[in-house]
């Protein structure tokens, strides 16, 4: 099972919006509604920020939303803040019924 | 409060043995799947196993790159689930996550538990 694709560094100014894309195929991201972003800063455990495509843990921002179009999610941070600079991954269940993880994303607050 | 804690990470030379013990609290730990994700040093995510649950007969699942050389456990009367790593590779160097699974996402993850692989 390949990795999810993801670019690898996105970058916004505070107050800005960005998206970050996870393209894999429909044996994966197309096929299921679960696709799940995880946060990560340095030094520290993944944390769940959205789950099933769009939904949010209790006590993350709203500012994270999700969706999905075909083979490829996204995750949008809306009003950049300084807090948001971390990496970020995507993952999906797929038809060999294991998840797999994106290649990841460092997103830089300007 | 949720809590996952692994123990048990190391140095060991190449094609030697390591035991992982992963430690959870604060909720009914044998009801869930428990899964092991490593993180190799300055790169990305990747699943290694999972740990059904004893409804599902406490099937397990590898990544392919560690199938025959790892083999997961479970104690739940320990609150335990456990990664039994033999003849490990320096590609198996890597900081070792256990994680419960909660439908198809990874709501809690431990602190991490370094794993070095050298000679």
Known sequence: ?110 | EVQLVESGGGLVQPGGSLRLSCAGSGFSFSDYYINWVRQAPGKGLEWVGRMKNKRNIYTTQYVASVKGRFTMSRDDSMNSVYLQMNSLQIEDTAVYYCTRENGYSFDYWGPGALVTVSS
């Open chain 1, 1 to 110: 099972q390949s990795a999810l694709t993801q670019p690898a560094s996105v970058s916004g100014s505070p107050g800005q919006s960005i998206t970050i894309s996870c393209t894999g195929t429909s044996s994966d991201v197309g096929g299921y509604n679960y696709v799940s972003w995880y946060q990560q800063h340095p030094g520290k455990a993944p944390k769940l920020v959205i789950y099933d495509v769009s939904y949010r843990p209790s006590g993350v921002s709203n500012r994270l939303s999700g969706s999905k179009s075909d083979n490829t999610a996204s995750l949008t941070i809306s009003g950049l803040q300084a807090e948001d600079e971390a990496d970020y991954y995507c993952s999906s269940h797929t038809s060999s019924a294991t998840p797999v993880f994106g290649t990841g994303t460092k997103v830089t607050v300007l």
